[in-house]
């Protein structure tokens, strides 16, 4: 089966300009995750959609970043402005189970580089 | 709040070392452990869960309540073992939370 795809791989944007990152889980997985990682730190959670519902958001810094999964397939996280410390890798990652069981079978894509500067 | 930790940075061991990562965390209730992995330029992926009990690729980690340790451990490592390492904890109605990760190296 295909993976979770993300896009763009790689962006480079300066300070205060926005930016949008793209995620596609795999085929029929109702529960999608959004994470942030800086260098040096392991993922940490932004925001968790069970179809096109948020389950938990309470770590996204809402005065900047959005995400929206409006038909409960495709996702999209948003960045309005970017700071310096938003640097980091943005992994999305799909599961077929539903939010609140287990995680152990997330499926995650390659990531989104951001770099600010 | 669960919070992980993952003490070492980085491992160097050679081949046909033993190997353990240390993982450390902190939860009052009964948490799930998991392991993760990911290799040079490939995706993180699940190595193991403490619940299955299960030796992957011949690491194998015991879930340690008393003293809050979920250390991975295998007895021989590989060039192919060498790759970052994520502890992760969840625990129902929680969030998967991970700790920083320590870099394995094994040479050869």
């Known amino acids: 089966e295909a993976g979770v795809a993300q896009s763009p791989r790689y962006k480079i944007i300066e300070k205060r300009q926005s930016v949008a990152f793209w995620c596609n889980p795999i085929?029929?997985?109702?529960?999608l995750y959004w994470y942030q990682q800086i260098l040096g730190q392991g993922p940490k959670l932004l925001i968790q959609?069970?179809?096109?519902?948020?389950?938990?958001d309470s770590q996204l810094p809402k005065d900047r970043f959005s995400a929206e999964r409006l038909k409960g397939v495709d996702s999209t996280l948003k960045i309005q402005p970017a700071k310096l410390e938003d640097s980091a890798v943005y992994l999305c990652?799909?599961?077929?189970?539903?939010?609140?069981?287990?995680?152990?079978?997330?499926?995650f894509g390659p990531g989104t580089r951001l770099t600010v500067t | 709040a669960q919070r992980v930790t993952q003490p070492e940075k980085l491992l160097s061991v050679f081949k046909g070392a033993p190997v353990e990562l240390k993982c450390n965390y902190s939860?009052?209730?009964?948490?799930?452990l998991f392991w993760y992995v990911q290799y040079s330029r490939q995706r993180l992926q699940l190595l193991l869960r403490?619940?299955s009990r299960e030796s992957i690729k011949g690491f194998t980690a015991d879930l340690n309540k008393g003293e809050t340790s979920f250390h991975l451990k295998k007895p021989f490592a590989q060039e192919e073992d060498s790759a970052m390492y994520y502890c992760?904890?969840?625990?129902?109605?929680?969030?998967?939370?991970f700790g920083g990760g320590t870099r394995v190296l094994v040479k050869p």
């Open positions: 990652a799909s599961s077929l189970r539903e939010a609140g069981a287990s995680p152990y079978e997330q499926y």
């Open positions: 085929s029929g997985h109702a529960t």
């Open positions: 959609f069970q179809n096109n519902g948020v389950v938990d």
């Open positions: 939860y009052s209730g009964s948490p799930e």
């Open positions: 403490h619940i």
């Open positions: 992760a904890l969840w625990a129902a109605g929680n969030k998967l939370t």
